[in-house]
């Protein structure tokens, strides 16, 4: 039986975790969550090293067992591959996280973060997101959403992988709790546009502090990408890389060197 190391960044006790959990557990998967204590969404790619990193036992909502942590979800990988539970991981599952992950939302998320560091270990990770409304409270209906990425999960692992890099994925699925997904396309990274805007406000000793906001992301509509895929009701899956080189600038400026 494959044993599962089951994280996210919007909290050990997020209702995205526990469906999925149901979900690679009904696949008779052996499923351990190891999640942070609190909200990291947005926390990109950290790794605490100033502080010590505690781990207690919290009961989810089912009445299953889970474990969480004070670190960030990179830091639940690291603790979980390290010996931190006196267990082995044959891979890694970051999610169910309530908003997609898509283009450069992937320099953020603290879900991409987790699989990422898996990755850099040398283990398989699979990030799941769910293109639900923005700004909603967690409380989707991730049934479907938990067992189509199952199925997804389970075929990726069968694929021969000879690149240790190339077995970290990044899974987005439309939300359609009827599951009426059109199919799954691999895609590439796309274009995400984001509205930000900076409020600077005083507190009640006039004091000045600011809050970063803004309205929903958006993105360029191309063929092939991860956003394209979801909003024409496909599910994207996109292989990711350790690799970060700008390899056509790169070749560009070895030529100017010869």
């Not at 995205?16 to 149901?22: C, K, S, Y």
């Not at 999610?95 to 699989?115: P, R």
């Not at 898996?118 to 959403?145: C, H, Q, R, W």
Request: charge should be negative.
């Amino acid at each position: 039986m494959k044993k599962i190391l089951l994280t996210n960044d919007d909290g050990v006790r997020a209702p995205g975790i526990l469906a999925m959990a149901q979900a690679l557990r009904k696949a008779d998967f052996d499923v351990t969550i190891l999640g942070p204590d609190t909200n990291w969404s947005a926390s990109g790619h950290k790794k605490t090293m100033n502080k010590p990193l505690r781990i207690s036992k919290v009961q989810l909502a089912d009445g299953s067992w889970a474990f969480a942590t004070d670190g960030a979800p990179s830091d639940c990988v690291a603790l979980g591959l390290m010996g931190a539970l006196d267990m082995e991981f044959d891979f890694i599952v970051s999610g169910i996280n309530n908003n997609a992950n898509i283009g450069s939302d992937v320099s953020y998320s603290g879900t991409i973060a987790a699989v990422l560091e898996a990755g850099i270990m040398g283990k398989p990770g699979f990030a799941v997101s769910v293109d639900a409304p923005e700004y909603n409270d967690g409380n989707l209906d991730y049934l479907s959403t938990a067992s189509k990425a199952m199925e997804i999960i389970i075929k990726l692992l069968e694929m021969p992988m000879e690149d240790q890099d190339m077995n970290v994925w990044n899974i987005n699925l439309p939300y359609f709790p009827d599951g009426s997904y059109k199919g799954v396309q691999f895609t590439r990274l796309g274009k995400r546009y984001y509205h930000d805007f900076l409020l600077r406000r005083e507190d009640p000793f006039g004091r000045p502090y600011f809050w970063i906001g803004g309205e929903q992301p958006t993105g360029l509509m191309e063929d092939h990408t991860d956003y394209g895929a979801l909003k024409t009701g496909f599910v994207s899956v996109t292989p990711l890389h350790i690799d970060s080189t700008n390899y056509a600038v790169l070749e560009k400026l070895e030529k100017n060197l010869d």
